[in-house]
């Protein structure tokens, strides 16, 4: 089992930063994936980005080359560095993990969702 705290989030205004952290607990050892999804009312849940214990990185469009992802796979944390903010960035951001099983599956686990709000 896993268990996921994130931090982070807030209120910022457009051009600022943030930095979202998911630390993970529990059955840490086969986690393989490590990333955040978000959320804005009325839209479908998006990936925002992902990092594979190698290291592998997955960016939606919309935000490549403003926000970088990052993990310590030894504290077993994910950060999300998000810069030049945009109101559109505006959502629910959650940690997202999945653990390798011992059946080849993976098993996907969620945070609690951080707010994340900008303003213009």
């Known amino acids: 089992q896993v268990q996921l705290v994130e931090s982070g989030g807030g209120l910022v205004q457009a051009g600022g930063s943030l930095r979202l952290s998911c630390a993970a607990s529990?059955?840490?050892?086969?986690?393989?994936?490590m990333g955040w999804y978000r959320q804005a009312p009325g839209k479908q849940r998006e990936l925002v980005a992902n990092?594979?214990?190698?290291?592998?990185?997955n960016y939606a469009d919309s935000v490549k080359g403003r926000f970088t992802i990052s993990r310590d796979n030894a504290k077993n944390i994910v950060t999300l560095q998000m810069n030049s903010l945009r109101p559109e960035d505006t959502a629910v951001y959650y940690c997202?993990?999945?653990?390798?099983?011992?059946?080849?599956?993976?098993?996907?686990?969620w945070g609690q969702g951080t707010q994340v709000t900008v303003s213009s």
């Open positions: 997202n993990v999945q653990r390798l099983m011992t059946d080849w599956n993976m098993r996907a686990y």
């Open positions: 529990g059955t840490t050892s086969s986690i393989h994936v």
């Open positions: 990092i594979s214990r190698g290291g592998s990185t």
